[in-house]
C-alpha cells in the first residue's frame, strides 16, 4: 500500500519557523520526484517545491524562494521529504500536502501520489 504521510504543521507567529515531514512508503520513492503543494481556503492548489531522486536538483515557487527549503533522505524502505520555512507570513498560512511521481512538474495533475495534507497557520 503506497503512503505518503506529512506531519510537522501547526500554528506559529509571523517570522516564526516550520519543518514538514512527509514520509513515503509501499513502493522504491528513491528514483521518484517528490514536491509540496499548498492550498488556501477558496484558493487553487499552488506547487511550493520539488526535488529530485537524488536531492541535487530543487525548484522552489517565486513566493517561498530564499525562505524554504526542500530536501529528502531516501533509506532502504521509506524515504521522507522535509520542507524547512522560515520568515513565514500568514499569506503561507495553508494545508500542505506531499506529491511524488517520476517526473518533475509544477502542475498538481503532474504527481500520481498524495499525502492527506497538514494545515500550517502563520499568525500576525
Known amino acids: 500500500q503506497v503512503q505518503l504521510v506529512e506531519s510537522g504543521g501547526g500554528l506559529v507567529q509571523t517570522g516564526g519557523s516550520l519543518r514538514l515531514s512527509c514520509a513515503a512508503s509501499g513502493r522504491t520513492f528513491n528514483r521518484y520526484v517528490m514536491a509540496w503543494f499548498r492550498q488556501a481556503p477558496e484558493k487553487e492548489r499552488q506547487f511550493v517545491a520539488a526535488?529530485?531522486?537524488?536531492?541535487?536538483?530543487?525548484?522552489?515557487a517565486d513566493s517561498v524562494k530564499g525562505r524554504f527549503t526542500i530536501s529528502r533522505v531516501n533509506a532502504k524502505n521509506t524515504n521522507t521529504v522535509y520542507l524547512h520555512m522560515d520568515s513565514l507570513k500568514p499569506e503561507d498560512t495553508a494545508v500542505y500536502y506531499c506529491a511524488a511521481d517520476q517526473y518533475y512538474s509544477a502542475s498538481e495533475n503532474g504527481y500520481g501520489y498524495w499525502g492527506q495534507g497538514t494545515q500550517v497557520t502563520v499568525s500576525s
Open positions: 526535488i529530485n531522486w537524488s536531492g541535487g536538483t530543487t525548484n522552489y
